[in-house]
Structure formats: C-alpha cells, structure tokens
C-alpha cells in the first residue's frame, strides 16, 4: 500500500494529464459534454421509477430519490470498472516505449471517473431542490462512503485491467457481470422489503454496504452505525490490497502481452 502511495505521489502529474485526457476524449465533439455525467444518471432514474413505482414505489416515499441515492455511485461504480479494464490494453504503445509505473493508468482512469462523479452530485443537489426533498446535513458524511467506493473499484480496476493483458475475455464478461450485479444490489428496492430468508443473500454482496451509506445520508439523513462504517472502509481497503497485490506480480510482463 506504502508503494501504492508512493507512486502515485511521483507520478501525479502524469495521472492527472492521463485523467483530463480521458476526459476529453470521452466528451470530443460532444454538444452536452460534462452535463451526460448527470443526464445519464437521470434518465436511468426515470425509467426506472416509472417501471417499478407501481411495484415498489408504493410502498416508498420519494421513490425517485430513493432510487437516485444509490443509482449515481453506482452508475460511477460500473463505468469506471469499465474503463480500467482497458486501460493497459489501450495504453499498449506508451507502455513499451515508456518505463513508468503501470499502476498510473488504472489510478488514471478512476480519477477521471471520479471527477465525472463530483460534478454529476451538485446537479443531485439541485434535482433534490426542484422535488422539494430535504438535503440533509448528513451529506457532509459523503466523503466515507466515498473513500470506500473508490478504494473498493480502484482495487477491482487494478485486478481486472492485470487479467485483461492476457484474456481480453474480460472486458465481455464484466459487462455481463455488472448487469447482474446492478439486480443483485438493492439500488430499485429496500433490503427491508424482501422476506427474511433471501435477505442473508444479499447481504453477501459488499457493494450493500458500501452504497448503503449513500442512501442512508441522501435519502434518509441518517449516519450509519460504527459497524456498517468499519464495514465500508474494510470492504474497500482489503479489496485495493488485494487488487493491487496481484497488479504488482504480474506488472513486469505486461509489455509483452498488450
């Protein structure tokens, strides 16, 4: 992790150049540009709560808020694993004429997402204002469950973009994986409202107890427990471990392969 840091550290200008270039890129001849960071978000909030209020919206005030809490650091949870698992592969050239950490590209491509995601929660805000939902004080609790959600996706991006390079397989099936797991996360519903024998299974996928602090702060105005804030944080740290463990025994033959 020390090492982590530290090159990030050194190398944070070439991040941050990697980051807006992405950026650019991503929005090039784009009329809107930077609004899709919140229009994406929205449209996806409208869909929904007109496919599923007459299913759950009853049964929850604000359907669409409630749905939106959760929907937005998701939508930057699935993005952004989809473009750090490219990110060697289509950084090939630079990484053979180049000697710089390979961990650049993967933190590179978070920081873009993350940056589309910070812009897309003021726009939230306002959206909040315009459905006269209350905005919280708890939103100054934010930045938790965003450290866990970005440790959490830069230690999936550091695993995946390594097995990328060798099974471009990847890229095809965690877009399958993401589809189910949006359904296998309670984003369109409460935990609460599913009987008592299928809610162990859910509470299996750690993105519940991540997201869970987004809606608790935006939607309810609540802080959520030590225990689910310990849960969090260790979800997202352990997992950056462990992704960046394996980017690192495999970084030395990348060149090879992308």
Sequence with gaps: MLQLI???YQNRELIWALALKELHVRYKRSVL?????????????????VVFSSLVGSRVEHYAVFLISMLLPWIFFAQALTYSVECLVSNGELLKKVRVAKSV???????????NFLLSLLPLALILVALRFPLH????????????????VLGCGFFLSAVNVYFRDVTHIVQIILQGWFYF?????SLELL??????????????????????????????????VAASIGIGAITLFLGYSFFRRLEHTFALYV
């Design 6 to 8: 530290r090159e990030t």
């Design 33 to 49: 540009g930077f609004l899709w960071a919140l229009l994406h978000p929205l449209f996806m909030m409208i869909i929904l709560t």
């Design 105 to 115: 590209f993967p933190v590179a491509v978070i920081l873009s997402n993350t940056i």
């Design 137 to 152: 004080w708890t939103w100054v609790y934010l930045p938790i469950p965003i450290m866990g959600l970005l440790m959490f």
């Design 185 to 189: 996360s309670p984003i369109m519903f």
């Design 195 to 228: 009987p008592q024998q299928y809610r162990m299974f859910f509470r299996l996928n750690p993105m519940l107890y991540i997201l869970n602090g987004f809606r608790l702060a935006i939607y309810y105005g609540q802080l959520p427990t030590l225990q689910s």
